[in-house]
Nanobody
């Protein structure tokens, strides 16, 4: 499984950016896809997720009302629309995909993209 993320860049505070992620390879039985981010000197944190089964969407409280996660028209593609960006949103954003383990479907295996950098600065 390979994840290719794109769309990062630099933006002024209050601006908007969109990220996209496409999964390729032996991708099947996907439980969900989402986004994490890691700011300099901080641990990676969860940002948003969309489930495959019922298309439920979840976003972290820190970005609620500003970020929207959605599924693309192509299979195993997701987007993250980011509005009203703040300097605190500056981070490397990582695409995530989860597939249940064949031996225990209650456990999920994580796959990660290479990360795309978002910088919010005046």
């Amino acid at each position: 499984v390979q994840l290719q993320a794109s769309g990062g860049g630099w933006v002024h505070p209050g601006g908007s950016l969109g990220l996209s992620c496409a999964a390729s390879g032996a991708v099947s039985d996907v439980a969900g896809m989402g986004w994490y981010r890691q700011a300099p000197g901080k641990e990676r944190e969860w940002v948003a997720k969309i489930t495959t089964l019922n298309n439920r969407k979840f976003v972290a409280n820190s970005v609620k009302g500003r970020f929207t996660v959605s599924r693309g028209s192509a299979k195993n593609t997701i987007y993250l629309e980011m509005n009203n960006l703040r300097p605190a949103d500056t981070a490397v954003y990582y695409c995530n995909l989860q597939i249940p383990l064949p031996s225990d479907r209650t456990r999920l295996r994580d796959y990660w993209g290479q990360g795309t950098e978002v910088t919010v600065s005046s």
